[in-house]
């Protein structure tokens, strides 16, 4: 057995820096992304977006540790096991493995006793497939041989699972994600692993000890500045890395040391927890028995209140009850009736439930209209027969003001309010209640909703006073919320509606009177432990809260990040609320290092081995704003384990936008982990792909932090949102650094040669690779095309940022320069130049390169995608990452199909006559004319009449001879790419082809 050395693979290339299989892993993320809340970390806090899939981190961590050696494809094969995506280890993440009867029913296997015995083996037939429904075999008992290993059967029962039959995203469709199975599903890899890597491991974690050794000295120390929700740290930690964790939001740090302390919490940390829940229970639960809040005197308890805004009609002079719908559940077919009431010009509100279906359909419509999709919002109803609309604006009193902006005489709240004032415009009001009550037999509960009654007024104003005697007092001790909301900056203008459409000025205005009592009375009780079951409670439990009729259920505030102010609002009372105190999460004891701090990243100083950081990169999210909501309610007093964080969202030190002052701020966030990086060390910063600009701007800030990119990749995360009308893909970009050692210096014309040479070696490693592993991979690719052109900017970067001097500028300051809106500079033109020559290297064959280089974006955009098609490629993605690639702006205007997983091209005949003027991207190009020629000979037009209109939409087409060889190369490409996709169409351009050719030319 080969012994672990210190520092032997000190100066070796990380596995990730030359290979990464990203298909696969686009398929695991994917599968993570969509298991909701049976995510590892998720039900700590289900209102953080934007979490990294752990699958993902972990392949990031592993792929820094591991070496690439000289035989990439074993390389390949050993990660893929580490990641469990090898058909041994699907074996064990299949809902269930097969038993020794089935496997024999189905395979062929002989002699079976090799494998096998049974209770009376002299009954076991020599060879499979056995048929055991002869009457001597029915009951024969069958076993695996003690002395058949782990490996051999998973290889026999993966075969009898018939892999090799389905694509890797069906088999992971149907398979557990690999963490869900960790405590055995590596049991079959290390005699391989250990031989391959020269390690003596039995354990994920003792092999990432040992990597750490050969590479690093000691452990490995993994730090993530931006750490968010505490993703990355959580899987580092999990795989045996010791552990720096960091971000400036308390909020974020909060879910880290969730991550961290409760679902990385050994034994004793979950008995803590246990006691810490169990305590808080009781004791809420007797102050809320005490006051008599939570009881009608038979044994029900409430579940949900449903609460709505009421205000009083303008036109009429009646108290409206504003209700988007009137229906309160699907399931139990239970609506809400608006009996009117002339003498007090109001409406009773009567809860009915098993009403029939068209009752129920007519429920669907409540008081509240919009004008249009997204036209303005207007309340009506109907009195002795005329209805009376009235818009909410008018109601609101909206007028601009002095300056031009919006303003309107809805009263602002002072920070004693907890309720509406009588005379303010939108008063509150409880319309239906739903209880619940434990069943005789102790099995799950019984549930009604009613209509509010005098008993349930009487225990809110229970609560109004309760609350009137002590919220000065609980503020004061920071027990509820008394912190004023702040808007934030554009698109969103976060908070900006409170304020606006309610008057609300203060965070604890954003709760109903019960919500702040049980908030302010679990805020009073909670401990570390504790606290991220008050945040998860909160999160359903404000008027931003909407009631789910189809499921019967309280919605986050958080389901968007939006923080809209709505008509009508569900809460939760303590009897319900306190399952947030329960025991619902699973445990990985953490067993290595942690540290965490809260604060800039700028500010860390640890001596760090590997950084993997996912930075806010023209990320949608606005972390800073939409934790005030919780910020609010910790801020004073925060438990002892959190009271040296900084307890506000600290917006102006958060890195944001994507101005001078976001690339400033993650130029000294990097250069600080650079310094604190070891020399050997490695970075992974994975950013969102979304802006066109993404390169320039990693690049300029990779540069100015003294980094060196290695490799890029591309991996999917997200798609076909159900949330999301039509099509959605979502990926991230995983960058590779090191450390930018010396001041080596070039020029811009040797640049060009190298650039060229190190992205034509890197596609070449790519396809070659491809090939290599065909056996590992059947009939599925390591890497797609656009796999391969992300690897290729990749090797463009990677040459550009190994300098640190081009023709004599020195490109960290280059890099730092301050850019003016509009300017090229110096940067910009160069990486433009490596990402162009990168581009000219992917060409599609059969196009030559003089040709296609004359082709504009949207040429080489449809010519590549044809290509792809015809090699049966449909993924959304890869129309999208080529329009990125070719600038393409309106690719969709190309396509025929933008479904995720069914995307495609215009036929001809589908472009009919469009994309032929002067806004289209095609306009005046040879491709058009082409599409255009072949669209008219589908339809059987004159020879002679196609040329024409081809010889006009050609331009020069006479005087210039490569314009008319230009129409031949695409004709006849186009021939040979449609040949099985469109026959008709390969054979017009065949007939195009060979007429431009003959043509007489005078
Ligand atoms: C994209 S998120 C990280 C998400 C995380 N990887 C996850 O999976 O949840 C970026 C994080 O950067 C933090 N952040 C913004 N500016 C910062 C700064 N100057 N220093 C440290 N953290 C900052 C934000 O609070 C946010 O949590």
Known sequence: MSEVIPFSLKDAPALIERLLPVQKLSAEAYKEQMAGSGKTLTALGSYWKGRKPLVLNKACILGCLLPATKDLRRDLEIFEKLMAMDDESFVVRWPRRPRPREILATLSMAPIRDFFTADRPSLLPETSPVDWTQPQLQSLKVDWR????????????????????????????????????????????????????????????????????????????????????????????????????????????????????????????????????????????????????????????????????????????????LLPTRLLSTSRSTIVEMVPDPTNKRYDLLVRSGVNAVELAGAKLGTIGREGKYGESFFSHCVNGTAHKTKISTLRGDYKGSDGTVTNRVRAWEKQDFKPRPDDVFQERLYCVQWMRRKPNGQGYSYEFRSVTEDDLRRESVIEEYLAGHLAEWQGKGWVPDMRIEVGGPPRYQGLDLIRARGWTHWHHVFTPRSLLIGGLIRQAITGNTALGLMALLNCNSKLSRWNAARD?????????????????????????????????????????????????????????????????????????ILDFFVAWLRKNPPPEFANWVWDSRRSLAIKGEDEDFRRGMVGAYKQMTECMADNGL???????????????MANIVWASGLQVTAAWYVVTETDSPLREGSYVKGTVVLVLRKRRGIPKTTRDDLAWEIQEEVEKQVLALTGLNQAAKDLYRAENVFEDADIQMAGYAAALRVLTRYATIDGRDMTSEASRPRIKGE???????????????????????????????????????????????????????????????????????????KANAARLKTAAEFGRTEMSEGSELYTSVLRAVLYGLMELATDTDGNEVIAHLTFNVPNYYSDMTQRQAVVEISDYLAGKLEALRPAEASAARVLRDLVKNQRLG
């Not at 999990?238 to 939001?249: E, H, I, P, T």
């Open 146 to 321: 003690e002395d058949v290993g782990e490996m051999e059967r998973r290889r026999i029962e993966a075969q009898m699972l018939r892999f090799n039959e389905t694509t890797y995203r069906e088999r992971v469709e149907k398979a557990q994600r690999a963490e869900e199975v960790a405590d055995t599903v590596h049991d079959h890899i290390w005699d391989g692993v250990n031989a391959h890597l020269g390690t003596q491991a039995r354990s994920m974690t003792e092999l990432v000890e040992q990597l750490g050794m050969m590479r690093f000295g000691r452990r490995a120390r993994v730090a993530d500045t931006f750490c968010g929700s505490g993703q990355i740290p959580f899987e580092a930690a999990r795989l045996g890395c010791d552990v720096y964790a960091s971000d400036l939001n308390p909020i974020a740090c909060l879910l880290t040391w969730g991550a961290l302390n409760i679902v990385g919490g050994g034994d004793a940390a979950r008995e803590k927890l246990l006691k810490d829940q169990g305590a808080l229970s009781l004791n809420v639960g007797t102050k809320i028995d005490d006051l008599g809040v939570e009881t009608d005197g038979n044994g029900w308890v409430p579940r949900v209140f449903l609460h709505c805004t009421e205000v009083r009609c303008p036109q009429t002079g009646w108290m409206v009850p």
């Open 824 to 898: 090229i500079t110096f940067v910009d033109g160069l990486i433009k130049f490596a990402v162009d020559t990168a581009n000219q290297c992917l060409v599609p064959q059969g196009i030559s390169k003089s040709l296609w280089d004359r082709l504009s974006g949207a040429e080489r955009f449809y010519l590549k995608l044809t290509d792809l098609e015809s090699k049966g490629l449909k993924t959304l993605e890869n129309y999208q990452n080529f329009a990125k690639a070719f600038k393409v702006r309106e690719f969709r205007a190309l396509m025929g199909s933008h």
């Open 683 to 697: 970075q992974v910063i994975m950013f969102t792909h979304q802006s066109g600009s993404i390169w320039a701007d």
């Open 553 to 625: 259920c309280v919605a986050e505030t958080f389901d968007n990040q939006a923080l809209n102010t709505l008509f009508n609002y569900a809460s939760q009372s303590f009897a319900y609320g306190s399952r947030y105190f329960g025991d619902r999460f699973r445990t990985f004891p953490l067993t290595s290092r942690i540290a965490l701090h809260a604060g800039p990243a700028i500010d860390q100083r640890n001596e760090t081995d590997i950084y993997i950081t996912d930075p806010p990169y023209g990320d949608a999210v606005k972390y800073e704003e």
